[in-house]
Nanobody, 128 residues
Framework: QVELVESGGGLVQAGGSLKLSCVVS????????MAWFRQTPGKEREFIAA????????LYEDSVKGRFTISRDNTKNTVYLQMDNLKPEDTARYYC?????????????????????WGQGTQVTVAS
């Protein structure tokens, strides 16, 4: 059984930082691309960042480029999202996701439908 568990969310002031973690169990994380998405009530889930199996390729949504950094430690089956210079509009529930396939075209890494396994999410709230 594959399980993804996020942690690290919380309440932070604008301009502050948080680091989210996502631990994968039941499946070797190093074999699959992974991503972070976020969602606010009443809106669709939004792509934030993705990382290739070996961590070389990283993609970001435009609004978080230069502020967020995705990384992975395959020895720990863990993916991270370092979030700096947080803004109130970053407030959302953040979800970790793992691709269903080992090989995904780079252009497709932003697509929610490419991810089969999802965590339960962790809430990030940025106060102004």
């Amino acid at each position: 059984q594959v399980e993804l568990v996020e942690s690290g969310g919380g309440l932070v002031q604008a301009g502050g930082s948080l680091k989210l973690s996502c631990v994968v169990s039941g499946r070797t994380a190093s074999l699959y691309p992974m991503a972070w998405f976020r969602q606010t009530p009443g809106k669709e889930r939004e792509f934030i960042a993705a990382i290739s199996r070996n961590g070389v390729l990283k993609l970001y949504e435009d609004s978080v480029k230069g502020r967020f950094t995705i990384s992975r430690d395959n020895t720990k089956n863990t993916v991270y999202l370092q979030m700096d210079n947080l803004k109130p509009e970053d407030t959302a529930r953040y979800y970790c996701a793992q691709s269903g396939a080992q090989v995904v075209n780079a252009d497709d890494l932003r697509l929610e439908r490419k991810y089969t396994y999802w965590g339960q999410g962790t809430q990030v709230t940025v106060a102004s």
